[in-house]
């Protein structure tokens, strides 16, 4: 798959909490059983493989990985 950028052109990683830019929605990005980038959030039912979403739709707001 290739790499999908938020509205300042970074690379959307695992962990990102991103926000769309359309709707509002915030996600956050993980990986499912197969390493895919899907989009999640369980509060509103949310659950997009990330390549859904074209170049610049989303915006990195963190990201959630715990760092040791």
Request: hydrophobic content about 40%; proline content about 1%; charged content about 30%.
């Given at each position: 798959?290739?790499?999908?950028?938020?509205?300042?052109?970074?690379?959307?990683?695992?962990?990102?909490?991103?926000?769309?830019?359309t709707?509002?929605e915030?996600?956050?990005?993980?990986?499912?059983?197969?390493?895919?980038?899907?989009?999640?959030?369980?509060?509103?039912?949310?659950?997009?493989?990330?390549?859904?979403?074209?170049?610049?739709?989303?915006?990195?707001?963190?990201?959630?990985?715990?760092?040791?």
């Amino acid at each position: 798959m290739d790499s999908i950028r938020d509205i300042s052109g970074i690379e959307i990683k695992e962990y990102d909490v991103c926000e769309s830019i359309t709707t509002k929605e915030v996600m956050i990005v993980v990986k499912d059983r197969n390493e895919n980038l899907i989009v999640r959030n369980n509060i509103i039912g949310l659950s997009d493989f990330l390549d859904v979403y074209p170049d610049g739709e989303l915006r990195i707001l963190g990201n959630a990985s715990i760092s040791s």
